[in-house]
């Protein structure tokens, strides 16, 4: 029996290392295991005429052994070689079909032993659903049918799932496209096993100035490059739904297949060598081309060679045609974007990029639909004579929305929202979309109006809407208000625009998210569809409410803030210890930054990422508190990065202090990945906390020197930047006890666990009372029971014993 281990404090450190601990995984406290302990409601979709619903259920966790299966870290992705899919999946494990206006769920019948079910696809009548099944062998292809709510195996051949989704329907929903496991594939290299002929060598070219992120799991060696390609590597074959399959495409390292909305064609993309030893798979060259759907080569439309120099800047793109897809308001067109600055944000034009469409059967020259101001975001197409486009600008935080006429050749934007992105309290909404004659989702047009739906963050709460927006005169009129007082309120989409039929979500701090039909159009005119119970009933009666405060430079701040069930507001006799937990954000003004999100009629869903656990345990908890960082004009925000970091923590510390529930001696930070990256600085700089726990985060800049976050300069652009914010630099004035903890395999670009091992090692070296866990298997973000559990029981001891 295997028998695994919590790392803590660094087992595999250096032998001058020493008071290591061997222990088993733990449980945290009885208050916090009856939260963890719950079963997780289903995800629901449902078919576009609303009259189905099925649910897909998983597992709360998943467990260790899962995390322990066969793993091979290629070009970005993380495969499991044995069963040929990303490891990093989370599989569904039932499945159950519902009447919308039935109240009886109904058990899929036939599924696979031990489900492991992922990539659901509905075919496009929507009478059946395409699925995967992983077995211990490999990816089984399975298809479901919704009217007798029974599930089959279609294929005994295993399928590539090793890039994403290998299931395309042909439009007629008869058959299926999918990538398939090569028959002649040859054995995978192993790494252990294999004697290099030579040293690994990479040169750079001189002159050629290019600036990569710091990305995790890249090709290192040849046998990498030939593990990759094998794994990669799929036949493309048409499967009918009786199971017969025929050949489609030879083998290729598919990445991509689209078919035109009119099924005749089909898109697919393939890698190409050579491949990349610094940048991931996204930037390796690509070829695309356009099949009739019974495979005869039409066109090469693309062919991107390898990507690994690109201009500075998040505004930069590479140049070639970029974002190729399918129009969805024509059958058979194409259409994408070409930088007319080389991609450089540097450059100064008066146009940044241009959109073309391409008719098929590509024996024409494409045609230039529209030059954009800024660079291209985005298109929502419409009809033959309405389409929405957004281009952006990330220095300025500025996003515009146009109207434009796709049958116009001449530049015909016009402007209907300009905004600053970062503005919540002016969002318009989105626009709602509905199913065309193609099955595509275009923009809803009625009596021409367009529809937005909107989140509707405001100074005062939040009030979501719908809005129509007038095609002459550009201007919005209000529909609908939801002014509910006592819950929140989500709207998902318009049923019907005649009568306002809307799908919408309710929920409360203590009410579990459910779906409702709502008629906008009559008062409290409710339909429930679902009936999920709240699975943390020991704390729907804590005390939850969002506060407002001031920095001490007037930007206006907030959090959610809750207090233990049964706390004595009015005398506040008792002085509770505080913990708040957040996460930093970048702004270019103060005004977008003092606006808040927060609304107290939110689900109280606590989760390993925040502190709301121990409110049952007599801890005030502030969670989502406001830490932005501000810079204005020409002045970067990083600039005075720990100066306003200390100043959001005073104004959190100072406004909970002021209600009178806390004893402002004993407070504590925390944050994951960049909000790690703040606990660690402000116990460095300030003596605000007592405490810290800081979680999977970069803490020696230098380490990515290329940028980080949202800073766009390099180290040598701004050394004193990236030095005064690496607490690194400054351990030696870090005497606050803090709990650091890592995956033991982050894969987050930037965050590699080597910068939680050192600064240990740096902290430890100079006396600072800090404690080190490094969570077996785990990445980025913590997903095994057994290390969910451990880690809250560490950070329940660590705060009992210092704080409370």
Known sequence: MKIFYASLL???LSTTMLAQENITYQKPSKEILALTDFERAPTVSMDSKKEYLLLSYRNTYKTLEELNEEEMKLAGLRINPITNISSTVTYINNLKIRKIKDTDEIQIKNLPTNPRITNLSWSPDESKIAFTHTSTQGVELWLMDIATATAKKISDHHLNANVGNPISWFKDSKALLVRMLPANRPPLINPKNDIPLGPIISTAVEGTVSQNRTYQDLLKNKTDEVNFENLTTSELYRIDLNGSKKLFKKSDMYVGESFSPDGNYLLVTTLQRPFSYIVPLSRFPMKSIVYSSNGEEIKIVNDIPL???????FMAVREGKRNMAWRADEAASLFYVMALDQGDPAASVPFRDEVFTWNAPFDQEATSLVKTPQRYNRIIWGDKKTAILYDHWYDTRNLKTYLLDPSKTEQN????FDRNSQDVYSDPGNFETVKNSFDRYVLA???????????GYTAKGQNPFIDELNLNTLKTKRRYTSLLKDKKETIYSIEDFKKGKVLVA??????YPNYYFRNINKKDDLQAITHFKNPFESIKNVYKEVIKYTREDGVELSGTLYLPENYDRKSKTEKLPLLIWAYPTEYKDKNSAGQTSSNPNEFTFPYYGSFVYWVTKGYAVLDHASFPIIGEGTEEPNDTYIKQLVANGKAAIDAVDHLGYINRKKVGVGGHSYGAFMTANLLTHSDLFAVGIARSGAYNRTLTPFGFQREQRNYWEAPEVYNAMSPFMTANKMKTPMLLVHGEADNNPGTFTLQTERYFQALKGLGAPVRMVILPK?????????NILHLLWEQDQFLEKYLK
């Open 10 to 12: 660094g087992l595999f």
């Open 445 to 455: 047009i009625e009596n021409n109006h367009l529809f937005l739906i909107g989140e």
């Open 307 to 313: 990507n690994e120099i690109i201009p500075k800047g």
């Open 506 to 511: 309710l929920e409360s701090s203590s009410d």
């Open 778 to 786: 785990e990445s980025h973000s913590y997903v095994a029971k057994e």
């Open 413 to 416: 934007l016009k402007v209907v």
